[in-house]
């Protein structure tokens, strides 16, 4: 089976250009994540998406950020406009919402996000 | 405070020999699971395993074991036979459960060198 697919793997954009992050969960999950990585804060989660609905985006920094998942398998992260203190590595991960080690959070590759 | 404690931020083996990662934990909830990622230097996170609150043995999965003291509120990694590939990144992680039982809260992470 395929696991979490995320595009691109690498981003390199200047500042203030919008960027746009693609996250394909597992099929048939329906808990998706996003994550963020730096050495600084490790590793943090920015959204929570449960049936393709947020129940918590308290993680998200700032308006400039947004995330969206239209349907079970695609989700968007987009920041817009970006600035050099958003270079992280990106993650989507995404879970069965089932109980116990079931709902074990899955990740993708990651997008290792550079903003110049 | 800190929910997940890796006190070892980085650790050497030797190729063939054993090597116990430590994690503590800090949670009042009856109900709630432990989990271990491998983070190598190509940057994905690969699950490893996992303990629920109410499990009576100690999780295995092929060459990595949980050597999980409730009492103490530990969980600590054990890898057997370590292989140069085991060469990563560690970390500990755990979803409490209540409203948020989908939040994993992680450690700072324990990196781990094999040399042959």
């Known amino acids: 089976d395929a696991g979490v697919i995320q595009s691109p793997r690498h981003e390199v954009t200047e500042m203030g250009q919008e960027v746009t992050l693609r996250c394909k969960p597992i099929s048939g999950h329906n808990s998706l994540f996003w994550y963020r990585q730096t050495m600084m804060r490790g590793l943090e989660l920015l959204i929570y998406?449960?049936?393709?609905?947020?129940?918590?985006d308290s993680g998200m920094p700032e308006d400039r950020f947004s995330a969206k998942m239209p349907n079970a398998s695609f989700s968007t992260l987009k920041i817009q406009p970006s600035e050099p203190r958003d270079s992280a590595v990106y993650f989507c991960?995404?879970?069965?919402?089932?109980?116990?080690?079931?709902?074990?959070?899955?990740f993708g590759p990651g997008t290792r996000l550079t903003v110049l | 405070a800190q929910k997940i404690t890796q006190t070892q931020p980085g650790m050497f083996v030797q190729e063939k020999e054993a090597v116990t990662l430590d994690c503590t934990y800090d949670t009042s909830d009856p109900s709630y699971g432990l989990f271990w990622y491998k983070q190598p230097s190509s940057g994905e996170m690969i699950f490893l395993i996992y303990?629920?609150?109410?499990?009576?043995q100690n999780a295995t999965e092929g060459r990595y074991s949980l050597n999980f003291q409730k009492a103490r509120k530990s969980a600590n990694l054990v890898i057997s036979a370590s292989q140069l590939g085991d060469s990563a990144m560690y970390f500990c992680a755990m979803r409490e459960g209540g409203t948020n039982d989908y939040k994993l809260s992680f450690g700072a992470g324990t990196t781990v060198t094999v040399r042959a």
């Open positions: 991960a995404s879970s069965s919402g089932l109980a116990g080690r079931a709902d074990t959070q899955y």
């Open positions: 998406f449960n049936n393709n609905v947020p129940i918590d």
């Open positions: 303990q629920g609150s109410y499990d009576q």
